[in-house]
């Protein structure tokens, strides 16, 4: 069936520096992405969405890129922060949604 | 602020017993989810509704059953729980046709 993935189960990053999770996903017809966070003992929230006809959409210190080509996308988080340690799902917005299996962002103080 | 309420946030129970997992929504969403959440799994669909008294099954049903009786609460059953039924409950809801989820805060199950 059709899916979702990201890349690294697990991502640690240096205080202010850049981090960038990364998904694939395998249906050629969907349109539409979301990325969550989910923090320790949360359930997953919102961060950015993305449609297909964008490439990139910028938010507040995150900017989701996607790549239709090679069927890619990824989320880029600026000057990461102690409170940007979470897991990160994204999600092919086919009802119901689809998940990937998450990526554990790690911030090294 | 809207929310999803999932009434337990810790539960343990023994095997063989009857386990229900309440959600209430207070969006009057249409769409009410569960999934469960392991460790190397992700998250995993196991039914979902679209309306009041209709229910579909996820990815994984198997073991689960669901009631949707009124349109805020969607209600997870393990009908003879197992110790592989150990894991985080999501419940999640959102608007017809919408492309948001609201998410609960989910639900630790232990099946001893």
């Known amino acids: 069936g059709e899916s979702v993935g990201l890349h690294l189960p697990t991502l640690s990053v240096q205080e202010g520096d850049n981090s960038i999770i990364n998904c694939a996903y395998s249906n050629s017809a969907s349109d539409y992405f979301i990325w969550y966070k989910q923090e320790s003992g949360k359930g997953p929230q919102f961060i950015i969405d993305?449609?297909?006809?964008?490439d990139k959409r910028q938010g507040q210190r995150v900017t989701v890129l996607l790549n239709k080509t090679v069927k890619h996308l990824s989320l880029q988080i600026a000057a990461t922060q102690p409170g940007d340690s979470a897991v990160y799902f994204c999600a092919d917005l086919n009802t119901p949604l689809v998940f990937g299996k998450g990526t554990r962002l790690s911030v090294i103080a | 602020d809207v929310k999803v309420t999932q009434s337990s946030r810790y539960l343990v129970k023994r095997t063989g017993e009857k386990v229900f997992l309440e959600c209430v929504q207070d969006?009057?969403?249409?769409?009410m989810f569960w999934y469960r959440q392991d460790p190397g799994l992700g998250l995993r669909l196991i039914y979902f509704s679209y309306d009041v008294k209709m229910k579909e099954k996820g990815d994984i049903p198997e073991g689960y059953s669901v009631s949707r009786e009124k349109k805020e609460r969607f209600s997870l059953i393990l009908e003879s729980a197992s110790t592989n039924q150990t894991s985080m409950y999501l419940c999640?809801?959102?608007?017809?046709?919408?492309?948001?989820?609201?998410f609960g805060s989910g639900t630790r199950l232990t099946v001893v």
């Open positions: 993305i449609r297909s006809n964008m």
């Open positions: 969006m009057d969403h249409e769409n």
């Open positions: 999640a809801s959102s608007l017809q046709g919408s492309l948001g989820y609201t």
